[in-house]
């Protein structure tokens, strides 16, 4: 076949997506492996990695002998395994050079600044709340919730924002009994059947409070970010302690500049006013 000919179909593939015969399985065996590693479960032994993705065992032990020798996995005492630096440096490369990041930052900083509270910028991922940006005030009494931290969707302001903003379909595909763990505050709902409600006001409303649902003591109000096309592509929130805000005065006080920053945000990137 002509080089020149070859090439415009090699363009051609690329623009339309990855061909199957250019699958590398091997690579895909691998990310599989990675991708089982979460802040709820941060270690694994190879004999439960196997067992997670249907690897053979010996195929699952090569995989990780590989992983760890790159830097990606890091064999502890013990026997599990937990990620390796390499894992970390990409994923805050990932979340750095993205445009949402580097738009946000300068006004949730100043948010942040303005209010003396707490600041966040978090996407969906499946039926959990990806944290991107993370202001802390020093008073907050949390978890241990930093840039790359995930939380259950269903028990944060900013989650229940995205969700709100879900096709049915789509809501029921991420929203199982298993999105509603154990570790949660007192006010939390724990079902989608009990949550049904709350997501429609809020979208109609256009935000959301969480009030002692993720956690005792902690409250929170989230609103939208929006991409050129209108759609909801993140939320902030402004989280606060219990014992200072009662929801009134954080629907009073915070919410109206969340809102404002949240609009600068968007018409930053591109979409309409109004």
């Known amino acids: 076949m002509p080089a020149r000919r070859r090439q415009a179909q090699n363009a051609q593939a690329t623009e339309a ?134 939380l259950p969707a269903v028990y944060t302001s900013i989650g229940k924002l995205l969700l709100a903003h879900l096709d049915d379909d789509e809501l029921a595909s991420r929203v199982t009994a298993g999105s509603f763990g154990p570790a949660h505050g007192p006010n939390a709902k724990l079902s989608l059947d009990e949550l049904r409600g709350e997501l429609t006001a809020i979208r109609r409303d256009g935000w959301a409070i969480q009030d002692e649902e993720l956690a005792f003591g902690l409250r929170s109000v989230a609103v939208p970010v929006r991409d050129a096309s209108g759609r909801v592509v993140a939320g902030l929130n402004i989280a606060v302690q219990a014992r200072d805000w009662s929801t009134q005065r954080i629907i009073r006080e915070l919410r109206p500049p969340a809102a404002r920053t949240s609009q600068e945000i968007s018409t930053l990137l591109g979409c309409p006013a109004g």
């Open 17 to 150: 997506g990855p061909r199957p015969e250019y699958r590398i399985e091997a690579l895909a065996k691998g990310l599989r492996l990675l991708s089982l590693f979460t802040e709820q479960q941060p270690v694994w032994r190879v004999s439960d990695m196997a067992a997670a993705t249907g690897m053979p065992l010996p195929t699952t032990y090569r995989m990780v002998m590989t992983l760890a020798a790159e830097g990606y996995l890091v064999h502890l005492p013990n026997g599990d395994y937990r990620p390796g630096v390499r894992v970390l440096t990409l994923g805050t490369a990932a979340l750095r050079g993205m445009d949402l990041v580097e738009i946000a930052a300068p006004g949730l900083q100043a948010l942040a600044e303005a209010t003396g509270e707490t600041v966040n910028l978090c996407v969906l991922t499946g039926d959990q709340v990806l944290y991107l940006i993370r202001l802390r005030n020093s008073d907050l009494v949390t978890a241990n919730i930093q840039v790359g931290s995930t």
